[in-house]
Antibody, heavy 120, light 108 residues
């Protein structure tokens, strides 16, 4: 059974970089059938796709985040990571990692979610 | 960017009711649409992919249809565990996708 376990700080100061890691067990992030993505959900609002990465290292991100996003892979640890730079209070949200099928973009396995608050 | 709208934004229903939610895309997305269920404090769960295909393990009371710009999600007989928020997700471009604003289904 695939499992995604998220880790990272829950409090980030404005203008700093938000960093989260998603550790995958029960499957390989080198599986060519899937992307690995990050999605967020501000409190009480809708879901927003942040970006996704393929095992080759190809990365795509939401244009609305204006180049602040980096997603990286560590195949030796079977994990992938998110960095979101220059955060503001508007970046406060529950952040999820997820597995994304390359054919349907269906997000079929999710991490537990991390509430990240941006505050001084 | 492709914009997604859902209607209604919320509804109240009783156990056993038939529930229908619609999702509209701002441009033709063929059948590139998925549906999710989210319960409070939990990650979303994939129910339907490619507009009409039931994800493995999902009860058959859930169904989806549509293509182009208009899509429908139906629960044929609402069960107590189905009270949740439902989201559509378009993936016309696999390098960029968007979710609808959600439909909250609660108990009448």
């Amino acid at each position: 059974q695939l499992q995604l376990q998220q880790s990272g700080p829950e409090l980030v100061r404005p203008s700093e970089t938000l960093s989260l890691t998603c550790s995958v067990s029960g499957g390989s992030i080198s599986d060519p059938t899937y992307y690995w993505g990050w999605i967020r959900q501000p409190p009480g609002t809708e879901l927003e796709w942040i970006g996704s990465i393929y095992y080759s290292g190809s990365m795509f991100s939401n244009p609305s985040l204006r180049g602040r996003v980096t997603i990286s892979l560590d195949t030796s640890k079977n994990q992938f990571s998110l960095q979101l730079r220059s955060v503001t209070a508007a970046d406060t949200a529950v952040y999820y990692c997820a597995r994304q099928h390359i054919g349907t973009a269906g997000l079929d396995y999710w991490g537990q979610g991390t509430l990240v608050t941006v505050s001084s | 960017d492709i914009q997604m709208t859902q209607s209604p934004s919320s509804l109240s229903a009783s156990v056993g009711d038939r529930v229908t939610i619609t999702c509209q895309a701002s441009q033709d997305i063929s059948n590139y649409l998925n549906w999710y269920q989210q319960k409070p404090g939990k990650a979303p769960k994939l129910l339907i992919y490619d507009a009409a295909n039931l994800e493995t393990g999902v009860p058959s009371r859930f169904s989806g249809s549509g293509s182009g710009t208009h899509f429908t999600f139906t629960i044929s007989s609402l069960q107590p565990e189905d009270f949740a928020t439902y989201y559509c997700q378009q993936y016309n471009n696999l390098a960029s996708f968007t979710f609808g604003p959600g439909t909250k289904v609660d108990i009448k």
